[in-house]
């Protein structure tokens, strides 16, 4: 399924990822919540391929979806038949083309409504109110604000939400009161609070609808005890390019001040941070032939290199695993310091994806 090695499209780097990893994720999801799931696809689905993830979780029912920008709305709808809501700002410029193809709209001031209300005359524009509840991001503070907003014409409220800190409890309730009070004043169709993490910690808080996002793609949240039901989804790949025998004493890389203690076997990998993979220095592992090895130096802009001593039968073409597999994403994810849902957005588009569906590559490449 992974010999790749004949496809120029898969010789340098790539990622592996399961559909139907991702679809059972959104099923158990469903399971076990039982409100609507909006799953949220941005940042092209946090890496993994928004067009093609939404075909499949249309396939299991879900009908709206969340994206941050309307670029990746339009992306969306030029593709399929769906409800796209945006969580951020929909520029003034675009907010035509918006209202023109039904993309929902996040309207989080009374500024900013009156601007929609303006551009919303050959029809309503759908909006979903957003409530800054305590995160302080995006949203209205002022309920007599947004009472004054929802009054505006050309406004078709079909929602209102918010998004939790997820500092502590105490904040957490603090924020679900103030959104109840929102809520009781304008009596939205739908209204939902929270997200993949709030979806395990507060089931109470369910409402209408969870947005789902970093469960989909096998993020499963901290602390939370039956992580069977949030599988992992992806694998990040790479080859050898070059081995190289480097004796003791001699330095990696750029502006390198750590001299080898040992003659060493250095293997070239062919991607670097301009792939996503963390700019770590001497630190972190990948797995090569189904053992650790160490990175050595800087971790460079399309290559890397790393320690195969240990692994003897190493050789230029084999295939390396940053993720997925000896290594897991929480673990690759802590290797450079990065939140989890990070290490998986940071994945850059010149890396090829390879699409797994009822165990065979159904699809190959980027889209």
């Given at each position: 399924?992974?010999?790749?090695?004949?496809?120029?499209?898969?010789?340098r780097?790539?990622?592996?990822?399961?559909?139907?990893?991702?679809?059972?994720?959104?099923?158990?999801?469903?399971?076990?919540?039982?409100?609507?799931?909006?799953p949220?696809?941005?940042?092209?689905a946090?890496?993994?391929?928004a067009?093609?993830v939404?075909?499949?979780?249309?396939?299991?029912?879900?009908?709206?979806?969340?994206v941050?920008?309307?670029?990746?709305?339009?992306?969306?709808?030029?593709?399929?038949?769906?409800?796209?809501?945006?969580?951020?700002?929909v520029?003034?410029?675009?907010?035509?083309e918006?209202?023109?193809?039904?993309v929902i709209?996040?309207v989080?001031?009374?500024?900013?409504?009156?601007?929609v209300?303006?551009?919303?005359?050959?029809?309503p524009?759908r909006?979903?109110?957003?409530?800054?509840?305590?995160?302080?991001?995006l949203?209205?503070?002022?309920?007599?604000?947004?009472?004054a907003?929802?009054?505006?014409?050309g406004?078709?409220?079909?929602?209102?939400?918010?998004h939790?800190a997820?500092?502590d409890?105490?904040?957490?309730?603090?924020?679900?009161?103030?959104?109840?009070?929102a809520?009781?004043?304008?009596?939205?169709?739908?209204?939902?609070?929270v997200?993949?993490i709030?979806?395990v910690?507060?089931?109470?808080?369910?409402?209408?609808?969870?947005?789902?996002?970093?469960?989909?793609?096998?993020?499963?949240?901290?602390?939370?005890?039956?992580?069977?039901?949030?599988?992992?989804v992806a694998?990040?790949?790479?080859?050898?390019?070059?081995?190289?025998?480097?004796?003791?004493g001699e330095?990696?890389?750029?502006d390198d001040?750590?001299?080898?203690?040992r003659?060493?076997?250095v293997?070239t990998?062919?991607?670097?941070?301009s792939d996503g993979?963390?700019?770590?220095?001497?630190?972190?592992?990948?797995?090569?032939?189904?053992r650790?090895?160490?990175?050595?130096?800087?971790?460079?802009?399309?290559?890397?290199?790393?320690?195969?001593?240990?692994v003897?039968?190493a050789?230029?073409g084999?295939e390396?695993?940053?993720?997925?597999?000896l290594?897991?994403?929480?673990e690759?994810?802590?290797?450079?310091?990065?939140?989890?849902?990070?290490?998986?957005?940071r994945?850059?588009?010149?890396?090829?994806r390879?699409?797994?569906?009822?165990?065979e590559?159904?699809?190959?490449?980027?889209?």
């Amino acid at each position: 399924m992974e010999s790749l090695a004949n496809d120029p499209r898969f010789s340098r780097c790539w990622t592996r990822i399961d559909l139907d990893t991702i679809a059972q994720n959104y099923e158990n999801a469903r399971a076990l919540c039982r409100s609507q799931l909006i799953p949220v696809l941005k940042a092209d689905a946090y890496g993994m391929g928004a067009v093609r993830v939404a075909r499949v979780l249309m396939a299991r029912g879900a009908k709206l979806f969340a994206v941050a920008t309307h670029a990746e709305a339009v992306e969306l709808k030029n593709a399929l038949p769906c409800d796209v809501l945006v969580m951020g700002l929909v520029g003034e410029a675009e907010l035509d083309e918006a209202m023109a193809r039904g993309v929902i709209l996040a309207v989080f001031s009374l500024e900013y409504a009156r601007a929609v209300s303006a551009h919303a005359k050959a029809r309503p524009a759908r909006v979903h109110f957003k409530v800054d509840t305590g995160l302080h991001r995006l949203g209205f503070s002022s309920l007599e604000e947004l009472r004054a907003a929802a009054a505006l014409p050309g406004l078709a409220m079909e929602g209102l939400f918010s998004h939790l800190a997820l500092r502590d409890r105490a904040g957490d309730e603090a924020q679900y009161a103030r959104l109840m009070e929102a809520k009781a004043l304008l009596h939205p169709p739908m209204t939902h609070l929270v997200d993949s993490i709030g979806m395990v910690r507060y089931p109470d808080w369910r409402r209408d609808a969870v947005r789902c996002g970093a469960w989909l793609y096998g993020v499963c949240p901290a602390r939370y005890d039956h992580p069977e039901r949030c599988r992992p989804v992806a694998k990040f790949k790479a080859r050898i390019a070059q081995i190289h025998f480097v004796p003791a004493g001699e330095r990696i890389g750029y502006d390198d001040d750590h001299c080898l203690a040992r003659d060493t076997r250095v293997a070239t990998l062919t991607a670097g941070y301009s792939d996503g993979a963390p700019r770590l220095r001497h630190s972190g592992a990948v797995e090569i032939r189904g053992r650790r090895a160490g990175v050595l130096g800087l971790v460079c802009m399309d290559q890397m290199m790393a320690d195969v001593t240990d692994v003897p039968d190493a050789q230029p073409g084999d295939e390396v695993t940053f993720f997925g597999g000896l290594i897991s994403l929480d673990e690759y994810a802590a290797q450079g310091a990065l939140n989890r849902n990070e290490a998986l957005a940071r994945l850059t588009r010149r890396v090829p994806r390879i699409y797994l569906q009822n165990g065979e590559a159904k699809a190959v490449g980027r889209f």
